[in-house]
Nanobody, 124 residues
Framework: QVQLVESGGGLVQAGGSLRLSCAASGCTVSFLSMGWFRQAPGKEREFVAAISWSDTKKYYADSVNGRFTISRDNAKNTVYLQMNSLKPDDTALYSC?????????????????WGQGTQVTVSS
């Protein structure tokens, strides 16, 4: 059974940084695309970033491009999201997911397995 466990969320002031991690078990993520999505209260889930299995393709939402960086360590079965220059609008529950699609998809329905999420709160 595939399990994804996110960590690294927390409370941070605007302008600060956080690094999220997503550890996978029950599968080998080396040949899977992985993505990060977020959902704020009262809003729909939205795409944040995605990375191909070979690390050659990365995609970002316009709202985070230039501030967030997605990376992966296939040897550790883990994907990361480095978030810099955080804004209050970044406050949300961040979840990671895996997808067999290539190139990586920005659509949630293309992802098969999801983690429970880690909360990120950015204060002004």
């Amino acid at each position: 059974q595939v399990q994804l466990v996110e960590s690294g969320g927390g409370l941070v002031q605007a302008g600060g940084s956080l690094r999220l991690s997503c550890a996978a078990s029950g599968c080998t993520v080396s040949f899977l695309s992985m993505g990060w999505f977020r959902q704020a209260p009262g809003k729909e889930r939205e795409f944040v970033a995605a990375i191909s299995w070979s690390d050659t393709k990365k995609y970002y939402a316009d709202s985070v491009n230039g501030r967030f960086t997605i990376s992966r360590d296939n040897a550790k079965n883990t994907v990361y999201l480095q978030m810099n220059s955080l804004k209050p609008d970044d406050t949300a529950l961040y979840s990671c997911a895996v997808s067999p699609r290539w190139p990586p998809s920005q659509l949630a329905y293309d992802y098969n397995y999801w983690g429970q999420g880690t909360q990120v709160t950015v204060s002004s």
